[in-house]
């Protein structure tokens, strides 16, 4: 569904990516990790097509950067880290902005668009909140928002860029698990940056991991969640450990601390 192309990003004199060349099928997600400067958001401003790129991003085989920004609307939402959120519209207004490419020149939103945006705040558990400001929500309810609004554009390929930092433990999985199941029914195509490597096991079906701009290793989380490869491309102190139900959770050590064995307490304590 969508693929890259040798694609390479500078900002002035810094190369942040170099020759990228990455294929995603339709239906499938792929999770992008590596260390902070390696260049995962600028990969995703890229597909979207905000910041300029050498090479050639395609998205069902069609260049995107012969489109006009409407029809690039109709097949990628994106979510950045830092959306921008007006503080005094309500809730399910801004929702509604994911459906603006589906609504015609002069024309508003219809019932169905209504609905549609509805039913995700009601997914997200956000119903309660669809009249109130978004200045009055909470950091996790403001990015399920966010969310809800890059689900209402209803594009085939959905960019994440850490779509799940603001929120507590149990709705990261909560939030990673509606993508998961819109994907299903949709046949999503889902690019996201996650910095918490245990999520980004647990939900892609493949990894890419990038260090200085470059694709160093892409593979299932299987081959790509191991202590060699974390070492080189994350440093030390990282481990692999493996659940009874057979997934994979990456811990971290401290450089005292024997990996795999736990610290006796200190008296007293």
């Known amino acids: 569904m969508i693929s890259f192309h040798g ?17 995603v099928p339709a239906g499938q997600w792929l999770g992008i990790i590596g260390r902070n400067g390696t260049g995962k958001s600028t990969l995703l401003r890229a597909a979207a097509r905000l910041v300029g790129h050498e090479g050639t991003i395609t998205i069902g085989g069609q260049p995107t950067a012969g489109m006009g920004r409407r029809a690039l609307a109709r097949l990628v939402a994106y979510v950045p880290q ?36 509805a039913g995700l705040l009601d997914r997200m558990e956000l119903a309660p909140m669809a009249g109130r400001a978004l200045g009055t929500l909470s950091g996790g309810e403001l990015q399920r928002a966010v969310l809800a609004r ?24 909560a939030a990673l698990e509606l993508v998961d199941e819109l994907r299903g029914e949709r046949s999503l195509t889902v690019l996201s940056v996650v910095h918490d490597l245990t999520l980004a096991g647990q939900f892609a079906d493949r ?8 694709v160093a290793v892409t593979g299932d989380p299987a081959r790509v969640l191991r202590d060699d490869v974390l070492a080189r491309h994350f440093g030390t102190g990282l481990h692999v450990l493996t659940t009874p139900a057979g997934e994979r959770v990456v811990v971290s050590s401290r450089s005292t601390a024997r990996p795999g064995k736990l610290r006796p307490p200190a008296p007293g304590r």
């Not at 801004?94 to 609905?115: C, F, K, S, W």
């Not at 990894?207 to 470059?214: F, S």
Request: glycine fraction near 8%; proline fraction near 7%.
């Open 7 to 23: 694609v390479g990003v500078r900002y002035g004199s810094a190369q942040a990516l170099a020759e990228v060349s990455e294929q």
């Open 82 to 117: 830092l959306p921008e959120l007006p503080p005094d519209m309500a809730t399910l207004d801004y929702v509604l902005l994911g459906r603006t490419p589906h609504i015609g020149y002069l024309r508003t939103e219809t019932q169905a668009d209504r609905e549609i945006c």
């Open 150 to 173: 890059a689900l209402a554009q209803e594009a085939p390929v959905l960019l994440l860029d850490e779509p799940t930092s603001a929120l507590d433990l149990g709705r990261r999985v």
């Open 207 to 214: 990894l890419l991991v990038l260090d200085d701009g470059r």
